[in-house]
């Protein structure tokens, strides 16, 4: 996803955000988080279960059992039967065939992306984010503090997770910020710069409130994370 060249901006951009702060800040650049499998199955069931009775209301209403009340006279019960067969029969292979095609449908990468609920998405992404920060964070002590940067590509998400500490000193301002710049990257095709104007929002934020106390310990990667 990204170039060497990508790879060694960001990593200078960490470094000199690091040089004056004590905290460390982690960059995650994820391809997509998940292959939301479960998907095309939620539309296809949908589309399964309202398509037919949407259909008989736009009009097939052969498919419908008012023909067995139309056709109905005394001595045609085998007749009635046989409507009755054949009205759920359509019916059942309608929305057997209308179950395939959506989910078959769905399942191009390119729908399934389009048709997955930003919620879930969302979700997803602060799933992963958070697995990565305490991830990183096993190898500092609870003292030293540190913010993950993640973002999906292909979701179009962004998740920034902050040591306890760090939240409690710089507030929700610089995090929205430093999330708007990755997005707006993304947006543009240039996550990479998106990362980079990040970074120096977490670490103008991370000077303020942490600054520098000696030679950077670097226990965490300077260079992104790409999964």
Not at 123 to 128: A, F, I, T, Y
Not at 185 to 213: E, R, W, Y
Request: hydrophobic share 45%; glycine share 6%.
């Amino acid at each position: 996803m990204l170039t060497t060249n990508d790879h060694k901006r960001i990593a200078d951009a960490i470094t000199e955000a690091e040089s004056k702060t004590s905290g460390e800040i982690f960059c995650v650049l994820a391809h997509e988080v998940s292959r939301y499998r479960e998907v095309p199955l939620l539309w296809a069931s949908v589309a399964a279960l309202a398509g037919p009775p949407l259909l008989v209301l736009l009009g097939l209403r052969r498919l419908a059992l008012a023909d067995i009340f139309t056709s109905w006279t005394d001595d045609s019960l085998s007749s009635v039967e046989s409507l009755i067969v054949r009205a759920l029969s359509t019916y059942s292979l309608l929305q057997a065939g209308l179950f395939l095609i959506v989910a078959l449908l769905v399942s191009l990468p390119k729908v399934r992306r389009l048709m997955t609920p930003r919620f879930l998405k969302r979700h997803r992404v602060r799933q992963l984010a958070r697995h990565h920060f305490v991830a990183s964070g096993a190898r500092l002590s609870h003292a030293e503090p540190h913010i993950l940067i993640y973002a999906s590509l292909q979701d179009r998400q962004v998740e920034l997770v902050a040591h306890e500490a760090i939240h409690k000193a710089v507030g929700e301002g610089p995090w929205n910020a430093a999330v708007a710049a990755v997005t707006e990257g993304m947006k543009q095709g240039k996550p990479t710069d998106g990362f980079v104007n990040a970074i120096k929002i977490c670490g103008d934020a991370l000077a303020a409130h942490f600054p520098s106390s000696g030679p950077a310990k670097n226990q965490l990667s300077n260079d992104i994370l790409e999964v």
